[in-house]
């Protein structure tokens, strides 16, 4: 057997908290080959990040680290950072999740990716142009000669993220580590960029350490799998094994996670409850002094759509293909033309002194479960505020209890209500916005991406919830969501929408088993089949 | 660093704190800060009860100790009573011998050929000095005897100034007007300019326009014209002060608010609050407000400081606090006048104006690292 490249023993991370110390990492040991792939799996808080951000000395001011990472036998944990300096950034590179934030505004992508180059002795600035362009080809961005001197803004999400790696790549590195580099892109664009790390990594022979959530991603992609779990790594294998194998019974919920079951659709007697006819949205982007004439920009084009009492309409869409605009206009939160009518009723010109008696009646869940909750109120104001517009006569008392049916029905301890947001986690968070909604007892519940921010099997439990709550009380849901796992789970009516025109409707099972646009096609192959990121080994 | 370290089991038994309970634990373990908050509350104190603690009104005259250096020293000063006693007595006719002064009486050994009069004591009561003259322990034959005569002794720890008050009790008067100024000042512009950036903010659009252009309108009239305005128009007064200070550092504060009302209107709980059908008060009421204040504490704890010292310009322009009231401006302004000859009048009053400066910016920024959400 080979020696390890990078070779982790007892690896401890902590972080000094005002509740005394916090141990993220609680000691593990981990290997990585030359030229191999390595994936650290684990949910959110299970220390999958911190591991790989005390190797690279990037841990918080508030974090230690302690125990031994040694790169080719050298020991970096400890190094001073001009020292670490002459490894990191060089011998191991780092991508990371957001691609919007991780490149610096201000300059040209050529600038920042000579930086790297230029820092560690490669090449002069005059003679890096060169390298760059190289570089750009090597990640698979169109036309180098002339995006070398774009800004990032002027970049998709899917082409700052190939920045990211040519950045990474420029000192022809022996470890790339990955931290969930695709989670913040479309579907077809995370097939994209997975599909060209594993070609890089055939071509430039680099380890490759993969750190996600999503243990679908490296079912083919991965040569051996670390699962951690709380600070530990629970479970290693090889991927071939663990797959089919898996020991541990963390592993195994993770496997099982992806949300199953199908929903009937409602018997075709079921009142309409929100009717929308020609629904349409644009925004007016440009303009003004100087700038020459405004464009209108059509997030919404003419769409159409009936929602049932007790259906769900999946509506599926890469970010920017008006998904989300389309709810909201359909709640008269955006201004839009065309005719919406709610339970026969036209409330397409209501305004909002109008719509206020019907707002408990449709009700909105957002994606962000960090966004959605005012930071300084307590979960029972923020649970029981609506109360405040509907029911005015309810006593403080009155309300109170209500908060606490509320919080029991969606799975919450009701002790909890007189603490703040922060103290929960995403998925509690979650919970608490669903209570919100569901206190004022609505009819319509418009769920925008309500599941894509969380855990994999904390998805599957707040879609059983939302299923269970449907249930309970025939509920209408507008399910918006890019997770074609979850839209299979949830929908019985499926509407896909690309930059604001639906291409394709109809029941679940049709459209997934029988796509017939070829935009549903790309988006179904890139979800679903993820064999094709096998690597010849 | 997305990543929150908070299983569901920590919760449970870790006890619940709000976001100011957190920054008041942050701020706590900042030594400066909680140093500037001592200072700022001990001067405080001594603003409020200072005065009515010290001998000296503040507005009382001593003509015969105009500008007294600073010293532990009594006054008059025991070289000054000796020849004064002396002088007064030998008006009676009498031989003086020794002359001892302790603390708040004066002795004098005397003597006669004749027996002593007592009347000779209104010779000494007649001297501005002494009271309360009297003949004690008269020999048998009343040759001789003590006069006693007690002497007010005053002491001016700042000395006093060029009208002969006392400079200690000026300055915690003045440290009274400047604090009290300062707060209300930014109170004021707190109330003002909150509600005025949040309802600009959140409305936005047309509304937002018209009010931030009526800002930038006032921003443009110069400050010390407009403070002279409202003195020509309504005299001076406490009152004025505040409201002119007031009145002009809101724009600051509305500017802030604005700018976060902006951000935060986007923020999902905002539009999920519309979604309930919260009207725009409550929203403003309940999300917007609220979720300003880190920023605007921080905003206000310098604005305090701010607003001291534009009031110390205007007292030292003279268009500030009337005499014989005083504010720590004032007292600088005449402490210049006086810095050579007597620099007890400019040192006292500029380095407590210093200590609250210090202190109050000092606390500032212990709270904005403090309400720092990044630090989470």
């Given at each position: 057997?080979?020696?390890?490249?990078?070779?982790?023993?007892?690896?401890?991370?902590?972080?000094?908290?005002?509740?005394?110390?916090?141990?993220?990492?609680?000691?593990?040991?981990?290997?990585?080959?030359?030229?191999?792939?390595?994936?650290?799996?684990?949910?959110?808080?299970?220390?999958?990040?911190?591991?790989?951000?005390?190797?690279?000395?990037?841990?918080?001011?508030?974090?230690?680290?302690?125990?031994?990472?040694?790169?080719?036998?050298?020991?970096?944990?400890?190094?001073?950072?001009?020292?670490?300096?002459?490894?990191?950034?060089?011998?191991?590179?780092?991508?990371?999740?957001?691609?919007?934030?991780?490149?610096?505004?201000?300059?040209?992508?050529?600038?920042?990716?000579?930086?790297?180059?230029?820092?560690?002795?490669?090449?002069?600035?005059?003679?890096?142009?060169?390298?760059?362009?190289?570089?750009?080809?090597?990640?698979?961005?169109?036309?180098?000669?002339?995006?070398?001197?774009?800004?990032?803004?002027?970049?998709?999400?899917?082409?700052?993220?190939?920045?990211?790696?040519?950045?990474?790549?420029?000192?022809?590195?022996?470890?790339?580590?990955?931290?969930?580099?695709?989670?913040?892109?479309?579907?077809?664009?995370?097939?994209?960029?997975?599909?060209?790390?594993?070609?890089?990594?055939?071509?430039?022979?680099?380890?490759?350490?993969?750190?996600?959530?999503?243990?679908?991603?490296?079912?083919?992609?991965?040569?051996?799998?670390?699962?951690?779990?709380?600070?530990?790594?629970?479970?290693?294998?090889?991927?071939?094994?663990?797959?089919?194998?898996?020991?541990?019974?963390?592993?195994?919920?993770?496997?099982?996670?992806?949300?199953?079951?199908?929903?009937?659709?409602?018997?075709?007697?079921?009142?309409?409850?929100?009717?929308?006819?020609?629904?349409?949205?644009?925004?007016?982007?440009?303009?003004?002094?100087?700038?020459?004439?405004?464009?209108?920009?059509?997030?919404?084009?003419?769409?159409?759509?009936?929602?049932?009492?007790?259906?769900?309409?999946?509506?599926?869409?890469?970010?920017?293909?008006?998904?989300?605009?389309?709810?909201?206009?359909?709640?008269?939160?955006?201004?839009?033309?065309?005719?919406?009518?709610?339970?026969?009723?036209?409330?397409?010109?209501?305004?909002?002194?109008?719509?206020?008696?019907?707002?408990?009646?449709?009700?909105?869940?957002?994606?962000?479960?960090?966004?959605?909750?005012?930071?300084?109120?307590?979960?029972?104001?923020?649970?029981?505020?609506?109360?405040?517009?509907?029911?005015?006569?309810?006593?403080?008392?009155?309300?109170?209890?209500?908060?606490?049916?509320?919080?029991?029905?969606?799975?919450?301890?009701?002790?909890?209500?007189?603490?703040?947001p922060h103290e929960f986690s995403g998925g509690q968070r979650q919970r608490i916005a669903i209570a919100r909604a569901m206190i004022l007892k609505p009819k319509i519940v418009v769920l925008d991406e309500p599941t894509s921010a969380l855990d994999r099997s904390v998805q599957k439990q707040i879609v059983d919830l939302l299923r269970d709550l449907q249930k309970a009380h025939d509920l209408a849901y507008l399910f918006i969501s890019h997770d074609l796992a979850v839209v299979r789970a949830m929908a019985d009516h499926i509407i896909v929408m690309k930059e604001g025109r639906i291409v394709e409707e109809g029941a679940t099972a049709e459209i997934f088993d029988h796509p017939r646009e070829a935009y549903t096609q790309a988006l179904m192959a890139a979800a679903v089949d993820q064999t094709r990121f096998r690597r010849s080994a | 660093m997305t990543e929150t370290i908070s299983a569901h089991s920590e919760l449970d038994y870790r006890q619940s704190r709000s976001l100011g309970q957190d920054a008041w634990l942050r701020l706590r373990r900042n030594k400066a800060a909680v140093v500037s908050m001592i200072v700022l509350i001990a001067l405080a104190l001594t603003g409020i009860f200072g005065p009515m603690l010290s001998p000296h009104p503040y507005d009382r005259i001593y003509p015969q100790y105009v500008r007294a250096p600073a010293s532990f020293e009594a006054y008059p000063r025991a070289d000054d009573i000796t020849p004064a006693f002396e002088s007064a007595i030998e008006r009676g006719r009498v031989t003086i011998g020794e002359i001892t002064i302790e603390g708040q009486t004066a002795r004098a050994l005397i003597s006669n050929d004749e027996p002593i009069d007592d009347r000779i004591t209104r010779y000494v009561d007649r001297s501005d000095l002494f009271s309360n003259a009297r003949i004690e322990n008269l020999s048998a034959d009343g040759l001789s005897a003590e006069m006693v005569a007690d002497v007010q002794r005053l002491r001016f720890l700042f000395g006093t100034d060029a009208n002969g008050r006392d400079v200690l009790t000026r300055t915690m008067i003045g440290i009274r007007i400047s604090l009290a100024i300062g707060l209300l000042a930014s109170l004021m512009a707190l109330v003002l300019g909150v509600t005025y950036g949040a309802v600009a903010g959140y409305l936005g659009g047309r509304v937002d326009n018209v009010m931030m252009r009526f800002v930038d309108i006032l921003y443009s009239l110069p400050f010390i014209f407009f403070v002279i305005l409202l003195v020509v128009f309504f005299g001076r007064s406490f009152v004025l002060i505040f409201i002119a200070i007031g009145c002009t550092e809101w724009l600051d504060m509305a500017r802030i608010v604005r700018g976060q009302t902006l951000t935060i209107k986007r923020q999902e709980y905002v539009e999920a609050a519309q979604a309930m059908g919260v009207t725009s008060w409550g929203i403003l009421r309940r999300h917007v407000i609220p979720n300003t204040l880190g920023p605007v504490i921080v905003f206000v704890t310098l604005l305090v400081p701010k607003a001291i010292l534009l009031e110390s310009l205007l007292s030292f322009l003279g268009l500030g606090v009337q005499p014989p009231l005083t504010s720590l401006g004032l007292l600088i302004s005449d402490g210049a006048a006086n810095m050579r000859g007597a620099s007890w009048l400019l040192i006292y009053p500029a380095v407590t104006l210093t200590i609250i400066l210090f202190a109050l910016n000092f606390l500032g920024d212990g709270l904005r690292d403090a309400l720092d959400p990044k630090d989470r």
């Open positions: 057997m080979r020696d390890p490249i990078l070779k982790v023993r007892d690896l401890k991370v902590e972080f000094g908290t005002n509740d005394g110390p916090v141990y993220a990492v609680k000691g593990i040991d981990l290997d990585v080959m030359p030229g191999e792939t390595v994936a650290i799996v684990g949910e959110s808080g299970s220390g999958k990040s911190q591991t790989m951000m005390a190797i690279m000395g990037l841990l918080a001011g508030n974090g230690r680290a302690d125990g031994s990472a040694q790169y080719r036998g050298k020991e970096i944990i400890g190094l001073s950072d001009r020292a670490l300096n002459r490894i990191r950034g060089e011998k191991i590179t780092m991508i990371f999740q957001e691609p919007m934030t991780s490149l610096d505004p201000l300059y040209k992508i050529g600038r920042q990716l000579s930086e790297p180059i230029i820092h560690h002795g490669k090449l002069k600035r005059s003679e890096v142009r060169p390298r760059i362009i190289e570089l750009l080809k090597l990640v698979g961005l169109p036309d180098p000669e002339r995006r070398i001197d774009a800004y990032p803004h002027e970049l998709s999400g899917g082409q700052r993220q190939r920045v990211m790696i040519a950045m990474a790549l420029a000192n022809d590195p022996d470890i790339l580590i990955a931290d969930e580099p695709t989670t913040a892109l479309d579907v077809t664009i995370q097939a994209q960029i997975l599909e060209l790390l594993a070609d890089l990594q055939k071509r430039l022979g680099m380890a490759i350490v993969f750190i996600t959530h999503d243990l679908g991603i490296v079912r083919r992609f991965a040569d051996r799998v670390y699962v951690m779990q709380k600070g530990e790594v629970v479970e290693t294998n090889d991927a071939e094994v663990l797959f089919t194998a898996p020991a541990h019974p963390y592993t195994q919920m993770l496997l099982a996670a992806e949300p199953t079951g199908t929903k009937a659709p409602p018997p075709p007697t079921a009142p309409v409850l929100l009717e929308g006819r020609d629904v349409a949205v644009t925004f007016r982007v440009g303009g003004g002094f100087l700038k020459g004439p405004a464009i209108d920009l059509k997030a919404v084009d003419r769409i159409s759509l009936q929602l049932r009492q007790g259906q769900t309409i999946g509506i599926v869409g890469e970010s920017g293909s008006g998904k989300s605009t389309l709810g909201r206009a359909l709640l008269r939160l955006a201004p839009s033309k065309g005719a919406v009518r709610f339970q026969g009723k036209d409330i397409s010109h209501a305004d909002r002194e109008a719509m206020r008696p019907l707002r408990h009646e449709m009700q909105l869940v957002f994606q962000d479960p960090f966004g959605s909750l005012s930071p300084r109120m307590t979960v029972g104001q923020i649970v029981t505020e609506g109360l405040l517009v509907h029911e005015p006569h309810l006593t403080r008392r009155e309300r109170d209890a209500r908060a606490i049916e509320a919080l029991a029905e969606v799975g919450l301890d009701p002790l909890m209500r007189n603490r703040y | -």
